[in-house]
């Protein structure tokens, strides 16, 4: 069975930095990302990248903030964040998507935010 599993969330003060990591236990996917979700909000995407390269995507709140990278060899995707919001304190998802569109979630970390 396949997994994600991340690590790196965490409290930050309001401006800080914080680095998130995932990692797959097998090579399958040819998309990887984080989602994330704050209380009582929907689930929404904040980057994705194809795990052959190409260019990323970016939800728009954070771009030029936020910095998706990865190594298909090593079946990993990191997420850089600077300049952390209190509104942006959630439950952020690794996310991997299997050629066949079939869609594979991690249990989570959280990052809080602190104003």
């Known amino acids: 069975q396949v997994q994600l599993v991340e690590s790196g969330g965490g409290l930050v003060q309001t401006g800080g930095s914080l680095r998130l990591s995932c990692t797959a236990s097998?090579?399958?996917?040819?998309?990887m990302g984080w989602y994330r979700q704050a209380p009582g909000k929907e689930r929404e995407l904040v980057a994705v990248?194809?795990?052959?390269?190409?260019?990323?995507i970016y939800a728009e709140s954070v771009k030029g903030r936020f910095t998706i990278s990865g190594d298909r060899r090593l079946n990993t995707v990191h997420l850089q964040m600077n300049t952390l919001e209190p509104e942006e304190t959630a439950v952020y998802y690794c996310?991997?998507?299997?050629?066949?569109?079939?869609?594979?979630w991690g249990q989570g970390t959280m990052v809080t935010v602190s104003s």
């Open positions: 097998r090579n399958i996917f040819d998309a």
């Open positions: 996310y991997g998507r299997h050629r066949s569109g079939a869609e594979l």
């Open positions: 990248r194809r795990t052959s390269g190409g260019t990323p």
